[in-house]
């Protein structure tokens, strides 16, 4: 199994910054895709920005130019730096990975973090 815990949500006000983390852990893991997904109260889950282990990005059009994904293999560590944040950018972020514990491959996700942004 992989465990993954997110961090670095909170309230901030239109147009400032905050930066989200996840770190995952457990045993005879590798992985492979990591994700940013969200989801704001009665819409369903979107993806945010995904980085492969190579560090090739992707992003949702509606967060090009204001967020950054990145990774730190050694740590483990998914990273989302969100800049210009708006009031729709409100919602509960959520990490996922794609990975494979020994020969299995599977898809992990974290409990969320809440991110808020209100003036």
């Known amino acids: 199994q992989v465990q993954l815990v997110e961090s670095g949500g909170g309230q901030v006000q239109p147009g400032g910054s905050l930066r989200l983390s996840c770190a995952a852990s457990?045993?005879?893991?590798?992985?492979?895709?990591m994700n940013w997904y969200r989801q704001s109260a009665g819409k369903q889950r979107e993806f945010v920005a995904g980085?492969?282990?190579?560090?090739?990005?992707n992003y949702a059009d509606s967060v090009k130019g204001r967020f950054t994904i990145s990774r730190d293999n050694v740590k483990n560590t998914v990273y989302l730096q969100m800049n210009s944040l708006k009031p729709e950018d409100t919602a509960v972020y959520y990490c996922?990975?794609?990975?494979?514990?020994?020969?299995?491959?599977?898809?992990?996700w974290g409990q969320g973090t809440q991110v808020t942004v209100s003036s």
């Open positions: 457990g045993r005879d893991f590798s992985i492979y895709t």
């Open positions: 996922n990975a794609n990975a494979k514990v020994l020969f299995v491959t599977g898809n992990y």
């Open positions: 980085i492969t282990s190579g560090g090739s990005t």
